[in-house]
């Protein structure tokens, strides 16, 4: 299923992405504040920086769970009309053949 696959891989790229930028957030907080250099505009911009990243990264997740959703119902969806195929050609099968008068 190449659509699901593909949103899984989204899925797992965006899911790379926050955990880098919440362990920069982490390390930031930890470290950075012990060794300013009295420009907090600099910090300031960072921290907006890391913050759109979260942002982004989680409307991407969350784009490639609709996605896998969406290849999910359509291959349900492909599924059910074979059987439903399948099962009609049994029943057409099974029913013994008229004879025309």
Same mark, same amino acid.
């Given at each position: 299923?190449?659509?699901?696959?593909?949103?899984?891989?989204?899925?797992?790229?965006?899911?790379?992405?926050?955990?880098?930028?919440?362990?920069?957030?982490?390390?930031?907080?930890?470290?950075?504040?012990?060794?300013?250099?009295?420009?907090?505009?600099?910090?300031?911009? /960072?921290?907006?920086?890391?913050?759109?990243?979260?942002?982004?990264?989680?409307?991407?997740?969350? /784009?490639?769970?609709?996605?896998?959703?969406?290849?999910?119902?359509?291959?349900?969806?492909?599924?059910?009309?074979?059987?439903?195929?399948?099962?009609?050609?049994?029943?057409?099968?099974?029913?013994?053949?008229?004879?025309?008068?």
């Amino acid at each position: 299923m190449i659509g699901f696959d593909a949103a899984l891989d989204g899925m797992h790229r965006a899911q790379t992405q926050i955990t880098r930028t919440t362990n920069r957030l982490a390390q930031w907080s930890i470290g950075d504040l012990n060794k300013t250099d009295g420009n907090p505009e600099e910090d300031r911009v /960072e921290l907006s920086d890391e913050m759109v990243s979260l942002i982004n990264n989680r409307n991407t997740f969350e /784009e490639n769970v609709k996605s896998a959703r969406t290849a999910d119902e359509m291959a349900r969806t492909a599924l059910s009309m074979f059987d439903e195929k399948a099962y009609a050609k049994q029943d057409q099968q099974a029913r013994p053949a008229r004879s025309r008068p």
